[in-house]
């Protein structure tokens, strides 16, 4: 059972929202709140497997919530996923830098959100590659930190290939067959990277890749 949280300031979105989630067999809501503070406060009361968690609400937004969630140790297993009703901006971008999973755009279809939820429980980052290129072309504008480039020197060859190929929106199966390894390799590729670079989820690697010139947003045709 996939235990999700709904944080919206809107009731009647979430009223929407758990009714859809409570429909289905391996889903429950196990907690509702409407401003930031309270999505903190009741991931670590209830440690859901993913939260669905408002960019413009009252007391604290949800950036700052998710900055606070992603921060604790303690709530490592909380996958959030930010809700948009705008889709692709700076506060989408900046969500996905500090820990959140993925993002929804709330006018999403039914079939999508459910979709999304148990991807983001998963682990895997809720991100379709032309949706990430496109985000990351629009954000990151100047050379990566210093401290990206230098942690970057950390992973092996073999690790970087497979941080570059997830960066592509590969699954780790996509990528094993790619690297002509086993889908347990890869996931040990993966797996030590995000130790290594100290990025909380599949998405902060992502675009940490393309933040640290390690993936480009506009890849040769030939490799798409």
């Not at 039914?110 to 990351?136: Q, S």
């Not at 073999?158 to 890869?186: K, P, W």
Request: hydrophobic share 50%; net charge negative; no cysteine.
């Amino acid at each position: 059972m996939i235990r999700v949280m709904l944080v919206d300031d809107q009731s009647l979105i979430r009223a929407g929202f758990r009714a859809l989630i409570d429909a289905e067999d391996d889903l429950e809501v196990v907690a509702e709140g409407a401003n930031g503070y309270q999505a903190v406060a009741l991931a670590a009361r209830h440690l859901p497997d993913v939260a669905l968690i408002d960019i413009q609400m009252p007391v604290l937004d949800g950036i700052e919530a998710t900055r606070q969630i992603a921060a604790d140790p303690m709530l490592a297993g909380v996958h959030v996923v930010i809700l948009t009703n705008y889709g692709l901006d700076e506060h989408v971008y900046a969500a996905l830098r500090i820990g959140a999973a993925g993002f929804l755009v709330k006018d999403t279809e039914p079939a999508d959100l459910l979709h999304g939820i148990r991807v983001a429980a998963r682990g895997d980052a809720l991100l379709a590659p032309v949706i990430t290129r496109r985000l990351i072309a629009a954000y990151v504008s100047r050379p990566p930190a210093t401290s990206s480039t230098a942690a970057l020197n950390t992973l092996t060859n073999r690790e970087r290939e497979a941080v570059a190929l997830a960066a592509r929106g590969m699954s780790n199966e996509e990528i094993a067959a790619h690297m002509v390894i086993s889908v347990a390799t890869a996931k040990t590729h993966i797996s030590r990277a995000m130790v290594k670079l100290q990025v909380r989820d599949r998405a902060q690697l992502v675009v940490l890749a393309y933040e640290s010139g390690l993936a480009t947003p506009n890849p040769p045709a030939a490799s798409g």
